[in-house]
Every structure is written in structure tokens, then in C-alpha cells.
T-cell receptor, first 113, second 110 residues
């Protein structure tokens, strides 16, 4: 069965430090992969997506993610975290066929001054 | 473009009451979705629609019904609300694999 695992329920980083959020998926076919961010009380906003091609994808707000097929991973990174990045981050897999997506449980990011 | 809008933003219901959540999108998207979000569980798909007049069950459809009479609107109904349906409900729309989300409806069932 398809699934998405985000191993870290929450992460705390210092402002200015680098960030990596982990995501592993289980899916038999080539996946469509997404990262979404949710600020408190808001809906989900798309950060970036991978469909094919270059395995390192750039997104908004200075985020990037790398698809590693051998590890079934799609980790999200940012070189220098800002206090405004504090939010919940969701990794997701889009199923082939186009219209269903499976979400991970989310990782809440705390940023300390 | 307003994008995806949801009505209402917040609602309190008593057990057994009914209500309808409205989702509207102005992006001419074919696909629309209803999710619920509960702590530690991410988003779970309730129902979805791949076009006007069509609906299908998602992962957690029990206790909910939906209708898509117009392309731009997707309604989620609770016929007899239960405390287990206390959650935040998100609507989303999309043309293909990418989904665009509304701001959510917070529902409390007492």
C-alpha cells in the first residue's frame, strides 16, 4: 500500500541554522512528490514539487528538496532558517493517474532565536 | 482570483445536528477534494470529485456525503454529526497532480 512517512513529529532549529526535514515514501510506480507548508490557522501552501527530470528541485521561500529513488526519500532542505519558517510541513505523494494524493503526518518546525 | 474559499470558517454543532460545508473555486479546476485534518494524522481524504456531477469515496467517507452539481462548487454534508467528526476540514482543487487548498473550516461537535 502507498504510504508517506515523516519520521520527525517536531524539530527545533536556531534561526540562521540549516534545516533538513525527512520524508520517505512507499509507492510502486514513479511518484509525484510534494512538500506543503501550513502556517497556524491557515491552509496548505505548495512549497515545491517533483514530477521528473532533475532530482534536485527548487521551491519558494528558499527551500529545496532532493529525490533519491534508491532511498525512497524526498527530503526538504533550507540553508538558513528564518523565524517566519516556523510552521508545519507536509510531504505528499501524488498517485499516478493524477488525482489522488497521500499526505504524511507532518513535521512541526520550531525556530528559536 | 479568490482561489479556493470555504464557508463557514468555524462552526459548533450538537451531536445529531446536520450541516453543509461549502467549497468554491474560481480556477476552473476539474478535480476537487475534501480532507479532514486531525492532530498527528496529517490529512485524510474524505471524498473527491473528478468533474461536475461525479463524486467518489476517499479514505474516510463514513458519516459524510458530497455533491458537485456545479463545476466550481463542492459541498460536504454531515447528516447526523458525531463528536468524532470534530476536526478541521480542508477543501482543495486541482487540474492534475497539484492541489490548491482553501483556508479550512474548524468544526466542533459537542
Amino acid at each position: 500500500a502507498q504510504s508517506v512517512t515523516q519520521p520527525d513529529i517536531h524539530i527545533t532549529v536556531s534561526e540562521g541554522a540549516s534545516l533538513e526535514l525527512r520524508c520517505n515514501y512507499s509507492y510502486g510506480a514513479t511518484p509525484y512528490l510534494f512538500w506543503y507548508v501550513q502556517s497556524p490557522g491557515q491552509g496548505l501552501q505548495l512549497l515545491l514539487k517533483y514530477f521528473s527530470g532533475d532530482t534536485l528541485v527548487q521551491g519558494i521561500k528558499g527551500f529545496e528538496a532532493e529525490f533519491k529513488r534508491s532511498q525512497s526519500s524526498f527530503n526538504l532542505r533550507k540553508p538558513s532558517v528564518h523565524w517566519s519558517d516556523a510552521a508545519e510541513y507536509f510531504c505528499a505523494v501524488g498517485l499516478t493517474g493524477g488525482f489522488k494524493t497521500i499526505f504524511g503526518a507532518g513535521t512541526r518546525l520550531f525556530v528559536k532565536a | 482570483n479568490a482561489g479556493v474559499t470555504q464557508t463557514p470558517k468555524f462552526r459548533v454543532l450538537k451531536t445529531g445536528q446536520s450541516m453543509t460545508l461549502l467549497c468554491a473555486q474560481d480556477m476552473n479546476h476539474e478535480y476537487m477534494y475534501w480532507y479532514r485534518q486531525d492532530p498527528g494524522m496529517g490529512l485524510r481524504l474524505i471524498h473527491y470529485s473528478v468533474g461536475e456531477g461525479t463524486t467518489a469515496k476517499g479514505e474516510v467517507p463514513d458519516g459524510y456525503n458530497v455533491s458537485r452539481l456545479k463545476k466550481q462548487n463542492f459541498l460536504l454534508g454531515l447528516e447526523s454529526a458525531a463528536p468524532s467528526q470534530t476536526s478541521v476540514y480542508f477543501c482543495a482543487s486541482g487540474r492534475s497532480e497539484t492541489q490548491y487548498f482553501g483556508p479550512g473550516t474548524r468544526l466542533l461537535v459537542l
